[in-house]
């Protein structure tokens, strides 16, 4: 197999990164700044000169990568295997909302311990072989 270099690039801000709501597999949109941000980035990366870009089903992902394909001629066919982390329950709270209603599930969660956020989230590690899963495929 030839050497390749993987870049791995977050969405821009959504209104739920502002108000510092818990996103997950939420399909938020970039807002204008995010679409602002995608742009910049995009305009930083291009010289990079990638072969390849996937990108996550979800809009606020598709539409950041979608500003670099542009740039360098390319598509960017979604996958849901780069989707962000689910969180369940959690969709949708702040940081505030999540630390009073799920404090104790919540603390071990920031402590890094393997559990299943809101619920019926996905784990660290089944993320990561989700997102490994991604990789190879492409």
């Known amino acids: 197999m030839a050497n390749r270099q993987l870049i791995l690039w977050r969405h821009g801000r959504t209104s739920w990164n502002l108000e510092q709501r818990f996103q997950g597999q ?67 709270l702040t940081y505030s909302e999540l630390s009073a209603k799920y404090e104790e599930e919540y603390k071990k969660w920031t402590a890094g311990l393997e559990i299943n956020p809101g619920a019926t989230g996905e784990t660290r590690s089944e993320v990561a072989e989700r997102m490994v899963k991604g990789i190879n495929k492409h």
């Open 26 to 92: 939420t399909d938020i949109p970039l807002d204008e700044v995010g679409e602002q941000q995608a742009k910049s980035a995009a305009l930083l990366l291009q010289h990079l000169k990638p072969s390849y870009i996937a990108s996550s089903d979800l809009m606020r992902a598709n539409k950041t990568g979608l500003e670099l394909a542009k740039l360098v001629n390319l598509e960017v066919p979604k996958d849901k295997l780069f989707r962000e982390t689910a969180h369940g329950l959690w969709e949708g």
